[in-house]
């Protein structure tokens, strides 16, 4: 069992940098895949970012590649998403995502989620 707690989201303006984290909990942890997903109002849930369980291998959405930075630190059992040139189609709940296989872009293969943490970009 493996249990998610993200925080950092918040209100910010557009072409400000933020960072969100996500906490584990379960030793498993260094040898899940992470990922973040997020969700807008009206729209569905969609992949943002995935890193592999030694951080070394990552892959992007199109529409965040070259501003969003996923790392991860498992002596921390901790992933971490930096935000950069927010944009205001970046607004959405921001959720953390834990499963056996990377990379874990698809919701059908995540095993675990966690709450979500808000992020506002105004323009």
């Known amino acids: 069992q493996v249990q998610l707690v993200e925080s950092g989201g918040g209100l910010v303006q557009a072409g400000d940098s933020l960072r969100v984290s996500c906490v584990a909990s379960?030793?498993?942890?260094?040898?899940?895949?992470m990922g973040w997903f997020r969700q807008a109002p009206g729209k569905e849930r969609e992949f943002v970012a995935t890193?592999?369980?030694?951080?070394?291998?990552?892959y992007y959405a199109d529409s965040v590649k070259g501003r969003f930075t996923i790392s991860r630190d498992n002596a921390k059992a901790t992933v971490y998403l930096q935000m950069n040139s927010l944009k205001s189609e970046d607004t959405a709940v921001y959720y953390c995502a834990a499963g056996n296989t990377y990379p874990l872009k698809e919701a059908d293969f995540v095993l675990y989620w966690g709450q979500g943490t808000q992020v506002t970009v105004s323009s």
């Open positions: 379960g030793r498993t942890f260094s040898r899940n895949a």
């Open positions: 890193i592999g369980w030694s951080g070394i291998n990552k």
